[in-house]
């Protein structure tokens, strides 16, 4: 009988192998936003250059652009992974700050508190845009109060945690998913008791709106809101995402208890980086 090629370890490596299953240390010690590449997940405008502009699929696709990519799709910025207009997402928390752009370009440059704004607009660094939300410099970079939504996708959770941030137009869409979020309750047994917002699942979807200087898509427009909630992660059609949301979940707590600042975006490695003024009324 040939005796099958197995490997065998030595009283040695035995011990090794012990004690670097034993060790808490991750290599991740010290890690910031500033270290990371932060995947985002945004809405294809059609001014983004991410979108997909070939006329025939057959023809090579130019560095940056997505495939299948449209105006008012979503998609991840890092991956380049396209979802359709309509998707689900669990919406892990949420954060509002002060988001500082450095041209016109959409280049991120960096995000303040409410505070450091106002000492900022004080020394006449920024200065308050007239009819528009926002605040400008005399280097053309823009600043807006945005808050961002952490989003873990329960269809593709290979996605992880997706920042959406909105700014301008979007706010008021975003303040509404909060309220209805915080007034939410589930059913456990018998008992009926407020929901965490992992627990809640929606489905947002983009609408088109237009003004004088162009047409963009949002989470809603001036008529209506594309959030709908559409159930919790108890029930059964979620549950072969749970393992996955678990993980993120204990990765959200991590990253506030560590205070990281999670929404500090760069421009993406293609390039893809969306108009400041999109949203704009």
């Known amino acids: ?10 009283p040695t490596e035995i011990e090794a192998q012990k004690a670097l299953l034993a060790t808490d240390f991750t290599g991740y010690e010290g890690m910031t936003s500033d270290m ?34 449209r105006p008012g799709m979503f998609y991840n910025t890092q991956s380049g992974r396209s979802f359709k207009k309509e998707i689900r997402v669990i919406a892990l928390f949420a954060k509002s700050s002060y988001l500082y752009y ?11 508190s409410e505070s450091q704004i106002a000492e900022m607009e004080k020394k006449g660094t920024l200065i308050r845009n007239e009819g528009a939300p926002g605040w400008h410099d005399k280097e053309k970079g823009k600043a807006f109060f945005a808050i961002t939504f952490y989003c873990f996708l329960p269809d593709f959770p290979e996605e992880g945690i997706l920042p959406l941030v909105a700014k301008s137009t979007a706010l008021k869409h975003a303040k509404n998913w909060n309220s209805l979020s915080n007034g939410m309750t589930i059913k456990v047994g018998k008992e009926i008791r407020k929901a965490a917002r992992f627990q809640l699942v929606w489905k947002i979807k983009t609408l ?10 949002n989470i809603g427009n001036k ?56 949203f704009e009324d």
């Not at 450095?102 to 960096?110: A, M, R, S, T, V």
């Not at 959030?227 to 959200?252: K, T, Y």
């Open 1 to 10: 009988m040939e005796e099958k090629n197995l490997t065998r370890r030595t």
């Open 208 to 217: 088109a709106d237009e003004n004088d200087s162009g047409k963009w898509h």
């Open 223 to 278: 008529t209506g809101s594309g959030i709908e909630f559409v159930g919790n992660v108890f029930e059964p059609n979620f549950s072969s995402c749970l393992p996955a949301l678990a993980d993120a979940v204990r990765l959200v707590e991590t990253m506030k208890d560590k205070q990281l600042n999670y929404a500090s975006e760069t421009k993406d490695e293609s390039g893809i980086a969306d108009d400041v003024n999109q």
């Open 102 to 112: 450095g041209d016109g370009l959409g280049n991120f440059k960096g995000e303040f």
């Open 36 to 69: 990371l590449n932060v995947p985002f997940l945004k809405i294809a405008q059609t001014n983004s250059l991410a979108i997909d502009n070939r006329d025939d699929p057959n023809d090579s696709l130019d560095p940056g652009r997505i495939a299948g990519l």
